[in-house]
Nanobody
Framework: QVQLVESGGGLVQAGASLRVSCVAS????????MGWFRQAPGKEREFVAS????????NYADSVKGRITITRDNAKDTVYLQMNSLKPEDTAVYYC????????????????????WGKGTQVTVSS
């Protein structure tokens, strides 16, 4: 399995921007579709965004469209989540996930679609 380590979380005010990163190791990164999920206290883990192997295909949850962008740099084995206009309801632990893929599709959005997970990074947005 690919190993994933997230970073870049923190405490920000509403309206601010933040970029979280996830570095992969142990496997060929470009063979994996990547996803970001988040989980707030007392809530189920929810899909945020996913990206295909080459970065040419992306998919977003309706709640974050227009505010959040997923990108990847295969030369750095890293996937990013750029979050703008943050709201208190964006407060959660953000998890990176990987799925072995054989096309550039990014249609996966269920936690069970992904086989490898990082430990998460906390993002807290104050009002």
């Amino acid at each position: 399995q690919v190993q994933l380590v997230e970073s870049g979380g923190g405490l920000v005010q509403a309206g601010a921007s933040l970029r979280v990163s996830c570095v992969a190791s142990g496997r060929t990164f470009s063979n994996y579709a990547m996803g970001w999920f988040r989980q707030a206290p007392g809530k189920e883990r929810e899909f945020v965004a996913s990206i295909g192997r080459s970065g040419g295909s992306t998919n977003y949850a309706d709640s974050v469209k227009g505010r959040i962008t997923i990108t990847r740099d295969n030369a750095k084995d890293t996937v990013y989540l750029q979050m703008n206009s943050l709201k208190p309801e964006d407060t959660a632990v953000y998890y990176c996930a990987a799925r072995r893929a054989f096309s550039d599709s990014s249609t996966w959005f269920r936690p069970g679609d992904f086989g490898s997970w990082g430990k998460g990074t906390q993002v807290t947005v104050s009002s």
